[in-house]
């Protein structure tokens, strides 16, 4: 007949976490269990893990060097009675109570013997100064103080008496005060006493909780009798965690061509599993992952017949009342007013126009890029890769985002200055670099731009792959200034009944670079496109001989999908520019137009 197996209670605060791998939406936690080096039959309880156990991940297996047969592994939830407080905590308050009573006690009566002596002093004093008048009869009883001699006229002895109910007197107030002070503490630690004690005297409740355990039942055989204790791995997910990449991104744009990119790469690991992860080797996997900083997306800007507008309705009347007149034929729907503010974050958030991808250098492939690991990185399945961080780590089940370091990369970057003026006069720094690195960079909002040493905005990042390019926005530069004028308007009608009709728009935008080093730019107008081919729009300024279809060097090109205007060109250290920018839009003169934006979206090339 086999022996019962040996019942081992281990609880969850004794066992070591190994390792802990942090997914997007949970976490894979692997823990070590020592055993004693005794051989036999055991059934190993590992008791306390926490609720947000997935019970189906629960695995366990022999540590290295160990001759351990596991035959069984089961996951169990047990309700186990809290004890309430042992009888002997009460014994101990109510003797604790009596002690204290026994102390306030003995003050009061200390003050009360203060307060006597006070008064016969001060009774003494008064005798002595005002001896009683008249005689007391014989029959009549003794006074309580008595009076003593007079001090008469003596002004000297007036003057000693009073200066010893004046001693007298600092000194009982000083003694009072600390006297009352004692007794008032007393009262206090009296009173919580006495509370402790009616809490542990009320008839205890039973309570239970639940106990999320794991049971192993394990057959052991040391190889040798000075085999070191025999320990399992228990592996189990838990949900309620997480992590999300956050970087630094450096740049020094003092370069006299191009400029230094650094970034620090960094985890946010956020842990709500309900346990801490105290001294553990942490690793952060992609698998199965779960705007300051940007400008105004130039948009398509399109002209239209204005829209009819809608007959009022009629409550009644001729022609049978109530009839509504609809849209003319053909007539586009009125569009919806949409507050500036709204227009303008739906452009930052959709930002993707390729106006702003104009970079008249090469950047720099550096295969010899500069990297501090501190996580190494292993390519998993499905384009999955996990970052090991180097260094033990504690993690607590604290909800709150624990920063680690992945590694710090170095780049090559190549800088561009971008604006549309007539949006906002402003020019957004743009940094175009290739991921030269062997760790991929992954997707944020948490991207913080320091700029020349100091903070300036935060932006965001796409998913990039070694070898990938990757471009970004890094805020305003207040060195590169913009200055957007409109000219003229001029209205103008052909013809003696006005079968034409025309509008000019002429602009100027003023650049300026107050930097010590020259920079790259791209300047966007919005040049609107025609929805009918009725409506003519053309271009003055620049002129159609001065577009330029190269892909390097200062040019002016024209977006075939947006119609927007861009040049690209490099200004001297403390240059200035003007820019002329005018164009004519013509439509029948029977007819009104209707101006309006649309998203640039996230389909559109390169302007040839």
């Known amino acids: 007949m086999q022996a019962s197996p040996t019942k081992v209670v281990v609880p969850l605060a004794s066992t070591e976490v190994a390792s802990v791998t942090v997914f997007n939406d949970r976490a894979e936690v692997t823990r070590l269990v020592k055993l004693s080096s005794d051989a036999g039959l055991f059934d190993v309880s590992v008791e306390g893990l926490t609720s947000r156990v997935d019970q189906d991940s629960v695995r366990v297996k022999a540590s290295a060097g160990s001759n351990i047969t596991i035959m069984e592994v089961a996951f169990e939830v047990h309700n186990k009675l809290i004890e309430p407080d042992a009888s002997g905590k009460a014994d101990e308050k109510r003797r604790e109570v009596e002690a204290l009573t026994k102390k306030l006690n003995a003050a009061r009566a200390v003050l009360k013997r203060l307060e006597a002596r006070s008064e016969l002093v001060g009774g003494y004093v008064r005798g002595m100064l005002l001896p009683l008048a008249t005689p007391v009869p014989?029959?009549?009883?003794?006074?309580?103080?008595?009076?003593?001699?007079?001090?008469?006229?003596?002004?000297?002895?007036?003057?000693?008496?009073?200066?010893?109910?004046?001693?007298?007197?600092?000194?009982?107030?000083?003694?009072?005060?600390?006297?009352?002070?004692?007794?008032?503490?007393?009262?206090?630690?009296?009173?919580?006493?006495?509370?402790?004690?009616?809490?542990?005297?009320?008839?205890?409740?039973?309570?239970?909780?639940?106990?999320?355990?794991?049971?192993?039942?394990?057959?052991?055989?040391?190889?040798?009798?000075?085999?070191?204790?025999?320990?399992?791995?228990?592996?189990?997910?838990?949900?309620?965690?997480?992590?999300?990449?956050?970087?630094?991104?450096?740049?020094?744009?003092?370069?006299?061509?191009?400029?230094?990119?650094?970034?620090?790469?960094?985890?946010?690991?956020?842990?709500?599993?309900?346990?801490?992860?105290?001294?553990?080797?942490?690793?952060?996997?992609?698998?199965?992952?779960?705007?300051?900083?940007?400008?105004?997306?130039?948009?398509?800007?399109?002209?239209?017949?204005?829209?009819?507008?809608?007959?009022?309705?009629?409550?009644?009347?001729?022609?049978?009342?109530?009839?509504?007149?609809?849209?003319?034929?053909?007539?586009?729907?009125?569009?919806?007013?949409?507050?500036?503010?709204?227009?303008?974050?739906?452009?930052?958030?959709?930002?993707?126009?390729?106006?702003?991808?104009?970079?008249?250098?090469?950047?720099?492939?550096?295969?010899?890029?500069?990297?501090?690991?501190?996580?190494?990185?292993?390519?998993?399945?499905?384009?999955?890769a996990a970052f090991s961080i180097e260094r033990v780590v504690t993690i607590e089940s604290d909800s709150k985002p624990h920063r680690v370091a992945i590694a710090m990369l170095n780049f090559s970057p190549s800088l561009n200055y971008f604006a549309t003026p007539s949006l906002e006069p402003a020019f957004y720094l743009q940094m175009k670099a290739r991921n030269t690195s062997s760790y991929p960079l992954l997707a944020s909002d948490k991207v913080s731009v320091f700029l020349d040493g100091s903070f300036v905005t935060t932006t965001k990042l796409k998913d990039v792959y070694p070898s990938e390019e990757f471009t970004t926005f890094l805020g305003t530069d207040p060195a590169i200034k913009v200055e957007h004028q409109q000219l003229a308007k001029e209205n103008k009608s052909a013809g003696w009944t006005g079968k034409s009709k025309s509008t000019t728009h002429r602009f100027v935008t003023k650049l300026s670079n107050t930097k010590a080093v020259p920079v790259q730019l791209t300047v966007v107008e919005v040049l609107p496109k025609p929805v009918e081919e009725k409506i003519k729009v053309e271009l003055v300024a620049p002129a159609a001989k001065e577009l330029s279809e190269g892909a390097s060097g200062e040019r002016v090109q024209q977006n075939k999908t947006t119609n927007n205007i861009v040049w690209s060109l490099e200004l001297a250290a403390g240059g200035k520019r003007d820019i002329p920018f005018e164009y004519v839009v013509s439509w029948p003169g029977d007819k009104q137009i209707d101006t309006f934006d649309t998203d640039a979206g996230a389909s559109l090339e390169q302007a040839d």
Request: charged share 25%; proline share 8%.
């Open 138 to 384: 014989p029959s009549a009883p003794a006074p309580a103080v008595s009076a003593g001699p007079a001090v008469g006229g003596e002004l000297t002895a007036v003057e000693d008496l009073l200066s010893f109910h004046e001693r007298h007197a600092a000194e009982h107030d000083a003694q009072r005060q600390t006297l009352e002070e004692d007794v008032g503490k007393l009262e206090v630690e009296v009173g919580v006493a006495k509370a402790v004690l009616s809490k542990l005297e009320r008839p205890a409740e039973a309570k239970t909780k639940k106990s999320h355990d794991v049971s192993v039942l394990l057959q052991h055989e040391p190889r040798s009798k000075g085999e070191a204790e025999a320990s399992l791995l228990l592996t189990y997910m838990v949900s309620g965690a997480s992590w999300s990449p956050s970087y630094d991104l450096r740049v020094d744009t003092s370069a006299t061509k191009g400029g230094e990119l650094s970034l620090a790469y960094l985890g946010l690991v956020v842990n709500s599993s309900g346990e801490d992860w105290a001294n553990c080797r942490l690793a952060l996997s992609t698998a199965k992952p779960s705007s300051a900083g940007m400008p105004p997306a130039p948009p398509r800007r399109m002209i239209r017949w204005q829209p009819v507008p809608m007959a009022p309705k009629r409550k009644g009347g001729f022609g049978g009342g109530g009839a509504r007149r609809g849209l003319a034929m053909g007539a586009p729907p009125p569009r919806m007013e949409v507050p500036m503010q709204a227009l303008m974050a739906e452009r930052r958030l959709s930002f993707s126009a390729s106006e702003a991808l104009n970079f008249d250098e090469e950047f720099v492939d550096d295969d010899d890029a500069d990297e501090v690991l501190t996580a190494t990185v292993a390519q998993g399945g499905a384009g999955t």
